[in-house]
């Protein structure tokens, strides 16, 4: 008989694990890892033995599929069905080069299942301290970065929402020293921005239509009398001043929609380094050509200025020039017949100082600051109606701001102290070679 009796094989062959123990859990089958990957020379079983004394004669059967260990074998380790575990260490005893017999020691490894414990143990105090932290780390981070942003994302929702200034982010948080103080203080500043343009605008709208609204009731109550009299000298009269409004207003039209485009053309234009001394000459050179009997002549001067160095500024051309024609047309208009209007380019530091200076009656001390202000205008009496906005030092003054620049205004005094005229100073940033 080749192949054994099947009830006798039975009684021999380990049933199948799964026949023992119900399917081995993540834990288990974890622990099956750790203690393989140590001791990869161990051989382990699961039986279901009863626990001691494991049948010594068994696995030296000769009839068994248990194979016997090999001379020098690994120790033998079994796991019972009461979850113990068994060690046996067998070792043959040879005399005279044949095997005579096996001593075989087998023990309950209770220490092995202590041990066992003790690394289940800790790895499970470990899992659970980590557990710990991870909650208590995601418990910080949700208390420090993520409740603060959502906070954060709040008042800017409500800025957006709200038409007011209701919204305004919390002090705490601009308070802090971190990357979201950072962030609210950003905020926030974009916001003040934000407003400040608006109320500019708001500021604008409301200055425009109270200029406007001025040469519109003159026009208005001119056309109510001029429907009412008959006299011819009055009509023609009347006329004149509704002819002076139509003009004043489309002065000012054209000078408000050149302003309020303003802002947008100097965010897109760029700037480049600007030599001054040539610019001064042909516009004093425009006006000397153009130049009528009586009116001002206008003189250049420069310091610091040669072919190999040229006095240069960071500008926008066009914008520089403009900001020059206007000082230059108030200058005229304040001369009196032949005066003379100086301009003048000094480097001053890492800036230049372009200037104009007149000698007319220059600028009321009261008024040095308010004449910057959009449309303030005063001018003589006699002067042609219509033909000021007040919006030319108003502009020149957003042109430099935007160049980074500054313009200011002083009176000039002659040797006994006395106005001799006005002097409008504008720096701009110096392009060195
Ligand atoms: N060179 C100057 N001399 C005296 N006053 C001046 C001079 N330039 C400007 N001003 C005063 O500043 C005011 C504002 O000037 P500006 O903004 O150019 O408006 P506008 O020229 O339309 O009146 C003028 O109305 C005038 O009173
Ligand atoms: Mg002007």
Redesign the pocket.
């Known amino acids: 008989q080749r192949a054994p009796p099947p009830a006798r094989s039975d009684e021999h062959q380990p049933p199948p694990f799964h026949r023992l123990h119900p399917p081995p859990g993540l834990y288990e089958r974890l622990l099956t890892w750790l203690w393989s990957s140590h001791s990869s020379s161990i051989v382990t079983l699961d039986t279901n033995e009863a626990d001691i004394p494991a049948d010594p004669a068994r696995p030296t059967d000769a009839n068994g599929t248990f194979s016997r260990p090999p001379p020098e074998a690994p120790p033998y380790i079994r796991r019972t069905a009461n979850n113990r575990l068994i060690i046996t260490v067998a070792e043959p005893v040879i005399h005279e080069g044949r095997t005579v017999g096996i001593i075989q020691l087998t023990r309950a490894a209770s220490q092995v299942d202590r041990a066992l414990f003790a690394i289940r143990s800790s790895i499970l105090s470990l899992f659970l301290m980590v557990l710990v932290i991870t909650v208590l780390l995601s418990w910080y981070l949700s208390l420090t970065i993520a409740r603060p942003l959502l906070r954060l994302a709040a008042s800017a929702q409500i800025m957006r929402e709200s038409s007011g200034r209701t919204g305004t982010v919390p002090a705490r948080l601009l308070a802090r020293r971190d990357e979201i103080g950072d962030l609210a203080r950003a905020l926030q500043a974009s916001a003040q921005a934000l407003w400040k343009r608006m109320d500019a605008i708001e500021r604008f709208a409301a200055d425009v239509s109270h200029e406007i609204k001025n040469p519109l009731s003159s026009i208005r109550s001119a056309i109510e009398t001029l429907l009412r009299i008959e006299d011819l000298n009055q009509k023609r009269r009347l006329l004149t001043i509704i002819n002076d409004d139509v003009l004043r207003l489309d002065r000012l039209i054209t000078d408000i929609s050149d302003a309020s485009r303003l802002d947008a053309e100097m965010s897109r234009a760029q700037t480049e380094a600007i030599s001054v001394v040539p610019l001064l000459s042909v516009l004093a050179e425009i006006h000397q050509a153009t130049r009528k009997e009586g009116e001002p002549i206008i003189l250049t001067h420069s310091e610091g200025d040669s072919p190999e160095h040229p006095l240069r500024v960071l500008a926008v051309e066009d914008r520089l020039v403009q900001v020059l024609r ?1 000082l230059i ?3 005229i ?2 001369s009196p017949p032949n005066g003379r209007i100086l301009l003048e380019a000094v480097p001053v530091g890492n800036m230049v100082a372009l200037s104009v200076s ?1 000698e ?4 009321p001390q009261a ?1 040095l600051d308010s ?1 910057f202000d959009r449309f ?4 003589p009496k006699e002067e042609h109606f219509g033909q ?7 502009i020149s003054r957003q042109i430099v701001d935007a160049l980074h620049g500054t313009i200011s205004v002083e009176n000039r005094h002659d040797a006994q102290g006395h106005v001799a005229g ?1 002097r ?1 100073t504008v720096r701009l940033p110096r392009v060195m070679a």
Request: charged fraction near 15%; avoid cysteine.
């Open positions: 206007n047309g108030n200058a208009s304040f007149d007319g009656p220059g600028i008024k004449i303030y205008s005063e001018r000021h906005s007040g919006l030319g030092l108003s006005a409008f």
